[in-house]
């Protein structure tokens, strides 16, 4: 990993992928701040093969550098077991200790022969599992590939920087620079001040508090390709995508489902004040997907956001009658949740908090008056039915 991408992992902002997190629900925020299952997720196939095409397309230098490859890998296995309970305490490959530990473990504990017990875990691909959990345990940011898995990586890149539809991204010429991984940070104003009622804002800086209300944030992108034609100076923003399905078939669904109508806009949106800073003359082209699928790797696709979908994933839309949040609703809202000073309580309920700390419950939006209830002159009928059982079946 680039040294500029590990600052920017590590720099605080607001990002697509907060804003994604949070637009589902308060429990996937939580998630996505929890750094156990952050790593989880880097367990699945599909997530360690997307940032292989990634890293391969776009920082080939640093390839061998964040990954590890071995003939096959079962990170929740036994022995992955073992070994990451070893790395607690110990830092190098010490077999008898090993062994030892695996005894406590009562793992192969009908195998009385040291040597066997050993075989369970002291081979080639056990060698390469300690490896790339003992990295992982030293803080380094390394994602696994089996070899199969890394076929498939390479297809992909290759694709992606050979084919007609695709190679022009990356190619840089004498009039073209072809920027990767470009990250950019700015204070995004709110249109509407937002009241730091609690005091919990201003104890992040990731929020811009004046005389009590919050009036910007600040925001973080990370984009995986710029193109500058010095020539017609145009700027070409895009950002590269792989997928387990057929792009021809499901990428506009995936454009909404998965929030990248919102994440377009953003990037668009950040890069646009980019190149305000770099390249003031400049123009910035329309936000391009360049996308990949590991079921149609021989035939990559663009897509391109039209004037109109840039604004719906700015404020917002309503795509096949379904709402959808833009990105400046989702920062809103986001402002206000964090005003709470709370992932659990919503920042809906916060005008229900009573001074007692207790969130009121205030449903009915009409309550009968007394006229109603004595004028009516009908057998009352139950809100909801009981299951009883038959009379034959009740013990007295």
């Known amino acids: 990993m680039r040294q500029d991408e590990k600052e920017y992992r590590k720099d605080v902002g607001i990002n697509n992928s907060l ?137 992909c890149s290759e694709t992606l920087l050979t084919h007609p539809n695709t190679a022009n991204f990356f190619k840089r010429t004498e009039t073209k620079d072809v920027l990767t991984q470009v990250p950019y940070y700015w204070n995004e104003p709110l ?20 005389d009590g209300y919050c009036v910007a944030v600040r925001m973080k992108i990370l984009l995986d390709i710029v193109e500058v034609n010095h020539l017609i100076k145009m700027i070409k923003p895009s950002d590269l995508k792989t997928m387990n399905k057929f792009a021809s078939d499901e990428f506009v669904n995936s454009f909404t489902a998965y929030g990248y109508i ?42 391109e956001m039209s004037p109109r979908d840039l604004e719906g994933g700015k404020v917002g839309a309503t795509i096949k009658g379904r709402k959808v949040k833009g990105w400046q609703q989702l920062v809103n809202e986001y402002v206000k949740q964090m005003a709470c000073g709370s ?33 009516a002159d009908e057998p009352m009928q139950p809100d909801w039915n009981f299951d009883l059982p038959n009379e034959e079946e009740i013990e007295l």
């Open 19 to 155: 804003l994604s997190a949070f637009a589902k629900s308060l429990e996937e925020l939580r998630d996505y701040k929890d750094p156990k299952k952050q790593a989880d997720n880097k367990k699945k196939p599909h997530f360690r093969m997307g940032l292989g095409v990634d890293c391969s397309v776009l920082n080939p230098d640093e390839f061998e550098k964040d990954f590890i490859i071995s003939p096959s890998f079962k990170e929740d296995s036994t022995i992955a077991k073992l070994f990451e309970k070893y790395l607690l305490t110990e830092k190098e490959w010490d077999t008898e200790k090993l062994l030892a530990l695996s005894s406590t473990m009562g793992l192969w504990g009908s195998t009385k022969d040291p040597k066997k017990r050993e075989a369970n875990f002291n081979t080639v691909e056990g060698r390469d599992l300690f490896e790339f959990l003992q990295s992982r345990a030293n803080g380094e940011d390394r994602t696994y590939l089996t070899e199969e898995e890394l076929e498939e990586v390479k297809k």
């Open 343 to 375: 992932t659990t309580i919503h920042y809906s309920q916060i005008q229900n908090l009573k001074d007692n700390g207790a969130i009121l419950l205030d449903v009915c939006d009409y309550v009968n008056s007394i006229e109603e209830v004595t004028s």
């Open 191 to 210: 249109i509407i001040p937002i009241p730091d009622t609690y005091g919990f804002l201003a104890q992040n800086n990731v929020f811009i508090v004046e």
């Open 262 to 303: 919102r994440q377009g806009s953003l990037y668009h949106h950040g890069i646009t004040l980019w190149a305000k800073e770099h390249y003031p003359d400049y123009e910035v082209d329309a936000f391009r997907f360049v996308v990949n699928s590991f079921k149609q790797i021989e035939e990559p696709l663009v897509f």
